[in-house]
């Protein structure tokens, strides 16, 4: 069965993000062979009555949480419909300025790590998160997974929004 990438993967390729794009790739291989990973754990009992070993096998599944990459439209239908989902603007002062998603909460990148205490507590809260062109945005994902954040939206880049901006 051959896999083809999708468009974001692709741009995330050719832009030089070589171990978010390979983590993302992985990720979207992984899914589509099984969302879930398995851990087995086997022992072996002998009785001495029988001198026969018996296999007892105990199955145990985990979730493991990935950045979801989200267009423009799923990125309204998750802050329309989820009231705890947060928009986060991971580029400069100055850019967001510029322009910025109505609602979008501004924490660039260079600072998100030290800002962490500023997001909610609660790690299930939705998290959507964008930058001018898809770059900081991935990584910012991935400092809001290593965070302990399950549900992580990666919107890319602003330039690909198709909605009105709001300027200051």
């Keep these: 069965m051959k896999k083809t990438l999708s468009q974001k993967t ?24 099984s969302p879930t990973s398995t851990e087995a754990t086997t022992t072996k009992n002998t009785t001495a009555a029988t001198a026969a070993t018996t296999t ?27 009231p705890d989902a947060l928009l986060i603007d991971v580029r400069t002062e100055a850019e967001f300025k510029s322009g910025h998603i109505e609602g979008a909460l501004l924490l660039p990148i260079d600072q998100l ?6 997001l909610p507590k609660d790690k299930a809260t939705p998290l959507v998160v964008y930058c001018r062109s898809g770059n900081r ?27 009105g901006v709001v300027t200051e």
């Design 137 to 163: 945005s991935a990584t910012a994902a991935q400092i809001l997974l290593q965070a302990g954040y399950s549900q992580v939206y990666d919107l890319g880049g602003i330039i690909d929004w198709p909605y």
């Design 56 to 82: 007892n096998t105990t199955t145990t599944t985990t979730t493991a949480a990935t950045v979801q990459l989200v267009d423009a439209d799923e990125a309204l239908a998750i802050l329309d419909n989820k």
């Design 10 to 33: 692709r741009r995330l390729l050719a832009l030089g993000m070589p171990l978010v794009s390979a983590a993302l790739v992985l990720a979207s291989c992984a899914q589509a062979a």
């Design 113 to 118: 790590q030290a800002k962490l205490s500023e």
